[in-house]
């Protein structure tokens, strides 16, 4: 290396240090600088004492999650994808999210997409330099063909990371709806996206380490986006998960629980409903409650964009 390279790797790392310092998430807590030394179960009470703050800060920022999810769930309801893309931490929660959406709400596996940078690896093996690159974040995006009815959702709990900046930079410019969530105030990311939610946590227990409240923060976040943004879609009957997709025999026997508790039919009454909608519960509730059989269940849920309560209506209209 040359003495003007080194001189440069040097300059960069004083630059990103003295950002590091700037941000709440990477600051030091003098007052736990002996929190090595105490017993386990006093470490614990710490820590579930930090993780109690974590819902007092989301809420601060429930108008801005709420006005999030309508959009999201605006675009989705004309076909749109709901994309999250972060580095590390933030990247592995968006990809757990939307790996959890196809079994929970039968959406298919396009619907809900979670873009980690260095690709799949990166969920268990850090893939050097991948989260640096806003290059990398605009390749990942273009292979999917955005379009204006997506949202990408940059997850990032500094905020600067230039993966995530660089997807909702890239997703903006192509149209789409983008949303920006980090754990700093005036975070690059929420001033790059038309949604910025800013979740303020604080210092962590362990300096640096945000896949602690950070990261609880965040997964806290994803959970109302991805299932309020569900329930928008008609992907539930009142609390009931009536799309799920029954693809083991758990998932089976909470099937045939959904359909009684929305129906009070008998276990017999069940089984034939569920026998004339291909094990469809949402088809076989609407051939309880509305009185029809399962072709028409399905005709009236298609007219309905497969929301059960509209079909009922239109059943016994």
Avoid: W
């Avoid at 893309?85 to 959406?101: H, M």
């Avoid at 050097?128 to 995006?141: Q, V, W």
Wanted: proline share 3%; hydrophobic share 40%.
């Amino acid at each position: 290396m040359t003495s003007s390279s080194t001189a440069d790797a040097s300059s960069n790392y004083q630059s990103l240090r003295a950002e590091l310092e700037t941000l709440t998430t990477e600051a030091f807590r003098p007052e736990l600088s002996q929190i090595d030394r105490l017993s386990t179960l006093e470490i614990a009470k710490i820590m579930n004492a930090e993780d109690a703050t974590v819902p007092t800060a989301v809420a601060t920022q429930l108008p801005r999650i709420a006005a999030a999810i309508d959009a999201v769930a605006e675009r989705m309801s004309r076909g749109g994808r709901l994309i999250y893309a972060g580095a590390g931490t933030a990247g592995r929660l968006g990809v757990l999210d939307a790996s959890e959406c196809p079994p929970t709400f039968n959406t298919d596996p396009s619907e809900v997409v979670g873009l980690i940078a260095g690709g799949p690896s990166a969920m268990v093996t850090s893939v050097e330099g991948a989260e640096d690159s806003k290059e990398l974040a605009e390749a990942d995006l273009k292979e999917l063909s955005l379009t204006p009815d997506d949202a990408v959702v940059g997850v990032s709990a500094s905020g600067r990371t230039p993966y995530a900046v660089g997807a909702v930079e890239h997703a903006r410019a192509r149209g789409a709806l983008t949303i920006g969530l980090s754990c700093n105030a005036h975070s690059a990311l929420a001033a790059a996206a038309e949604h910025g939610i800013e979740i303020v946590v604080g210092p962590e227990l362990l300096t640096g380490s945000t896949r602690l409240k950070a990261g609880t923060a965040q997964k806290l976040v994803l959970n109302m986006l991805s299932t309020i943004t569900m329930i928008r879609l008609g992907k539930t009957y009142g609390n009931l998960m009536v799309d799920v997709r029954a693809s083991n025999e758990k998932l089976r026997a909470r099937s045939r629980r959904i359909v009684a508790l929305a129906t009070g039919a008998s276990d017999e009454e069940i089984e034939q409903a569920l026998a004339a909608t291909d094990g469809e519960v949402k088809n076989a509730i609407l051939t309880i409650l509305g009185g029809v059989d399962g072709p028409t269940a399905a005709r009236l849920l298609e007219e309905s964009d497969g929301h059960l309560r509209a079909a009922l209506a239109a059943s016994t209209g």
